[in-house]
Nanobody, 137 residues
Framework: QVQPVESGGDSVQAGGSLKLSCVVR????????IGWFRRAPGNEREAVVG???????????DSVKGRFTISQDNATNTANTVYLQMNSLKSDDTGMYYC???????????????????????????WGQGTQVTVSS
């Protein structure tokens, strides 16, 4: 069973930085789409950033462009690790951050669709338990 595992969430002051990590093990596909999503209290889940590990193609929500950066380690035989560097954090960035990996077959061309559909439901991929980010002003 593929189970993304997130870490790195914390409480920070506005303007600060955090780096989140997501480790995806035992995926059946060598390359796949991995995305970060977040849900603030009372709000729907939204897509934040995503990457197609095969080419490094990325997706960024407009609200985080220029502040957040997604990167990845070179995959091992059994794991991909994706990082989310978050700078210039705002109170609006507060929320539970979830990492999701597609269930197979995602491509660079399909990354945006993976992110859009992932924001609407769980069926698109394997989901982690989430890591909490709290930004205080």
């Amino acid at each position: 069973q593929v189970q993304p595992v997130e870490s790195g969430g914390d409480s920070v002051q506005a303007g600060g930085s955090l780096k989140l990590s997501c480790v995806v093990r035992e995926h059946t596909s060598t390359n796949h789409c991995i995305g970060w999503f977040r849900r603030a209290p009372g709000n729907e889940r939204e897509a934040v950033v995503g990457v197609y590990t095969g080419t490094g193609s990325t997706y960024y929500a407009d609200s985080v462009k220029g502040r957040f950066t997604i990167s990845q380690d070179n995959a091992t035989n059994t794991a991909n690790t994706v990082y989310l560097q978050m700078n210039s954090l705002k109170s609006d960035d507060t929320g539970m951050y979830y990492c999701a990996a597609d269930k197979g077959g995602c491509t660079a061309a399909g990354l945006k669709l993976f992110m859009i559909v992932g924001a609407r439901g769980d069926e698109v991929g394997y989901w982690g338990q989430g890591t909490q980010v709290t930004v205080s002003s």
